[in-house]
């Protein structure tokens, strides 16, 4: 028999390492860069207990060295989406009556075997794979990554804390049930502690999890993967599989125990999702949860008092660190007149002196963009602004894909406020800005209000903190994380939690507490103690 109630107390976020020269992490991410380029990975699905190979193998390189083949990994078919979910039913039952301190401790442990002894691998496989500097990989794939195991485990707990109040001769408690089915996790290639995340804030709650990472993911996926098997998830609770969207959908939002789905990618497809979803309600045996984190068109909005070194450096980072494929990143900016040729000097300036290529130099702020189909998208909107009357090119604009894809940071001067780069979603080192009238900020702040379908993040920069005042308030809806006099990128697990509405997505705040709560469904039992045994209330008698 068990005794005690177990919490776990909220934790403190992991720190960032500086791999500053003649460092240790800095010696040992370069040893262990240098063994994974020696090795091809030959990666395998895991559903189940087993390791899938299906011999339809597809290569991977790093984006930035597309010659160089770090392994392949094997794609599967409709039939191994039936298999991990039957894999994960299968598994449901021993998982969801597991003890919370048994679940618990297994994502505790995976996040202090990512702190230590497979740091350098978590970084490496994202650096290679995804083509991001130690920098960027650090505070994704290691601190991101195991703050979320982290603090979701104590938001849960909390959660679980959570009981009724009770009458006289009655007890009330609340179970925090999983849900009644699998989960689907879809994860994208930009934050590997996104493909963490989505699969195990699910299964934490108990319920067992079917996780297609991108295709650009899969080499830092399977590395996390192996970390999980190693702190003890059991077999099926989350259940690995590298198929097409298409089969996906089709599989798993046809099937009756289908339970929910965790997302983050583009709005387009959460919306066939969601369409698909609602069409086929008669099948599932309870309405399933959707959670997603769609699109971003990202702004900076400075004011006439804005601190100029302040906004550029805000400009620089939050639009090109790693090379602008976040969902937070700085895409567009309204500059007031009377800064906008000391702004634009000094940006030309911070570009210029970026240096570009292989994450394996550590020197190289910009590395390269994912793939080339993304390289192409991204070029097809600097080559159209070369070439109409309303744009100008302050800076960058040079795009080559002959050893990597690599993309020269980029800022576009629209003429247009509605100008295309203005309103449309990039996802590469595009920065798009617009010279507004410095007199007529009020005005400018509705158009930043109505510019983009998105609502994701948004800054205001301004010394006046009238205009602070003015943008926080009109511009409530208009991002879901808001940031003053900073960029708007760099969200900390537990200090900024994640989303954003619109068509941004379900603002379910990964990060938080408000995530769990959609992967459970509560039920409540009352106990009488001391039950009536007379129908007859005592108004029913007459004096």
Partial sequence: MEFGYFHYPLPVNEPVLSYAPGSPEKKRLKEVLALLKQEQADV?????????????KETMHPPHEIKHVLGHYHTGEEKHVKQAIEAALAARESWAGMSWESRAHIFLKAADLIATKYRAYMNGTTMLGQSKNAYQAEIDSACELIDFLRFNVH??????????????????????????GFVLAVTPFNFTAIGGNLPT????????????????????????????????????????IYVDGPTLGKVCFSHPDFAGVHFTGSTGVFNTMWETIGKNMHTYKSYPRIVGETGGKDFVLAHKTA????????LLRGAFEFQGQKCSAA?????????????????????????????????????????????????????????????????????????GYFIQPTVIEAKDPLYVTMCEEIFGPVLTVYVYNADKFEDTL??????????????????????????????????????????????????????????????????????????????????????????????????
């Fill in 44 to 56: 395998p699905m895991y559903i189940g207990g087993l390791e899938v190979r299906t011999n339809k």
């Fill in 155 to 180: 938001f849960l707990s909390e959660i679980y804390r959570q009981q009724p109040i009770s009458a006289a001769g009655i007890h009330n408690r609340m179970e925090y049930r999983p849900l009644e």
């Fill in 201 to 240: 804030s699910a299964a934490m709650c108990g319920n067992v999890v079917v996780w297609k990472p991108a295709h650009t993911q899969v080499y830092s996926a399977q590395m996390f993967m192996r970390i999980l098997k190693e702190a003890g998830l059991p077999d099926g609770v989350i259940n690995l």
């Fill in 307 to 314: 601190d100029p070194d302040l906004l550029v450096t805000a």
């Fill in 331 to 403: 895409s567009r900016a309204y500059i007031p007149s009377n800064l906008a040729e000391e702004v634009k000097k000094k940006l030309i300036a911070g570009i210029e002196s970026f240096s570009m290529g292989s994450v394996e130099n550590f020197t190289n702020f910009i590395n390269a963009v994912i793939d080339e189909k993304s390289f192409d998208k991204i070029e097809s909107y600097i080559e159209k602004a070369k070439n109409d009357p309303k744009a100008v090119i302050w800076a960058g604009g040079k795009c080559d894909k002959t050893e």
């Fill in 446 to 543: 509705e158009l930043v209000n109505k510019t983009s379908p998105y609502a994701l993040t948004g800054s205001i920069i301004a010394q006046d903190r009238t205009a602070v005042e003015q943008a926080t308030v009109k511009l409530r809806h208009a991002a879901g994380n808001f940031y003053i006099n900073d960029k708007p990128t760099g969200a900390v697990v537990g200090q900024q939690p994640f989303g954003g509405a619109r068509a941004s997505g379900t603002n379910d705040k990964a990060g938080s507490i408000l995530n769990l709560y959609r992967w459970l469904s509560a039920r409540t039992i009352k106990e009488t103690f001391n039950a009536p045994v007379d129908y007859r209330y005592p108004f029913l008698a007459e004096e």
